[in-house]
Structures are given as structure tokens and as C-alpha cells.
Nanobody
Framework: QVQLVESGGGLVQAGGSLRLSCAASGRTFSSYVMGWFRQAPGKEREFVAAIDWSGSGTDYADSVKGRFTISRDNAKNTVYLQMNSLKPEDTAVYYC?????????????????WGQGTQVTVSS
């Protein structure tokens, strides 16, 4: 069982930065693939980034590649999403998710554990 709690969301102007954190409970955190997803009003939940257990394998949506960076600290049971050069279209609720050990994945239903989400709003 894994419980996830996101933090770090907020209101920022276009071009600014935010760092999201996701704190996980459970002794097996280091074995899980971790992902970030987002959902804007009226839209489906979409993949943002994912990272494997070691931190060496990552994947990004084309819309955030070069602007966002996912990382993890297994000693702190925490995964991060550094978001730079933010755009108004990045506005959404951002969710952290955990997937059983394996390869990184972009499909939401491959992830069995989800946080409650944190709001990110980017003003123009």
C-alpha cells in the first residue's frame, strides 16, 4: 500500500517556475515507478512525466519536454516535478501516481496509487 501527498502548487505568472513534491508512505517506495499527470477543467487526465525506480529512466510528454524535470529521492520517499517556463496552458490539477515495479508508462490506468492533486494556475 502506498499513500501519496502532493504539495507545491500555486499561482504563478507565465514564464515562472514551480516545484511540485510528492511524499509517499510505505517501505517499498523505491521500487515503484512514479508519474505525474494533470487534468484541466473539461479535459481528460493526461500524462506529464514518469521516472523509474532508479531515477535513470525518465519519460516526458512532448508538451513539457525541455521545460519540466522529474526526479526522485528514494531516501526521502519523495518525487519532484520542477516546472520552468510555465505557460497558461499548463494550468491544471497535477496528480502524483505510483505504479508497480516495471517500465515507465504513460497510461493512467497502469498506475494503482494516486494522490489528491495540487492546483497549478499560470496567469498570462
Amino acid at each position: 500500500q502506498v499513500q501519496l501527498v502532493e504539495s507545491g502548487g500555486g499561482l504563478v505568472q507565465a514564464g515562472g517556475s514551480l516545484r511540485l513534491s510528492c511524499a509517499a508512505s510505505g517501505r517499498t517506495f523505491s521500487s515503484y515507478v512514479m508519474g505525474w499527470f494533470r487534468q484541466a477543467p473539461g479535459k481528460e487526465r493526461e500524462f506529464v512525466a514518469a521516472i523509474d525506480w532508479s531515477g535513470s529512466g525518465t519519460d516526458y510528454a512532448d508538451s513539457v519536454k525541455g521545460r519540466f524535470t522529474i526526479s526522485r529521492d528514494n531516501a526521502k520517499n519523495t518525487v519532484y516535478l520542477q516546472m520552468n517556463s510555465l505557460k497558461p496552458e499548463d494550468t491544471a490539477v497535477y496528480y502524483c501516481a505510483a505504479k508497480v515495479p516495471g517500465t515507465v508508462a504513460r497510461v493512467p490506468w497502469h498506475y494503482g496509487y494516486w494522490g489528491q492533486g495540487t492546483q497549478v494556475t499560470v496567469s498570462s
